[in-house]
């Protein structure tokens, strides 16, 4: 079992920066790949970005790709997702999720354990 805790978010105004966290629990945390994934309102949650077990590899959608920035810290059991330049369309609730294979995963199916979210509100 992995538990995973998001904090970080908040209110921004557009231009601005947040960054996420998410700590994690239980099994080994540098054995697992780590995404962040997002849900506004009315849509389906969409795959922000993800990293390999050891953080070796990054994937970004198209949407976020040169503006966020995913990075673990394995020693600390900590994901981050580095957002700048955010925009009134980045406005969503954040989540993290775990996965019990070590390469990079794009589909919500792919993880296997998800933290409870935190919302990031960006206005213009």
């Known amino acids: 079992q992995v538990q995973l805790v998001e904090s970080g978010g908040g209110l921004v105004q557009a231009g601005g920066s947040l960054r996420l966290s998410c700590a994690a629990s239980?099994?080994?945390?540098?054995?697992?790949?780590m995404g962040w994934f997002r849900q506004a309102p009315g849509k389906e949650r969409e795959f922000v970005a993800g990293i390999s077990y050891l953080g070796r590899n990054t994937y970004y959608a198209d949407s976020v790709k040169g503006r966020f920035t995913i990075s673990r810290d394995n020693a600390k059991n900590t994901l981050y997702l580095q957002m700048n330049s955010l925009k009134p369309e980045d406005t969503a609730v954040y989540y993290c999720?775990?996965?019990?294979?070590?390469?990079?995963?794009?589909?919500?199916?792919?993880?296997?354990?998800w933290g409870q979210g935190t919302q990031v509100t960006v206005s213009s």
């Open positions: 999720a775990a996965s019990v294979r070590g390469n990079i995963q794009t589909m919500a199916g792919g993880y296997d354990y």
């Open positions: 239980g099994r080994t945390f540098s054995s697992n790949a």
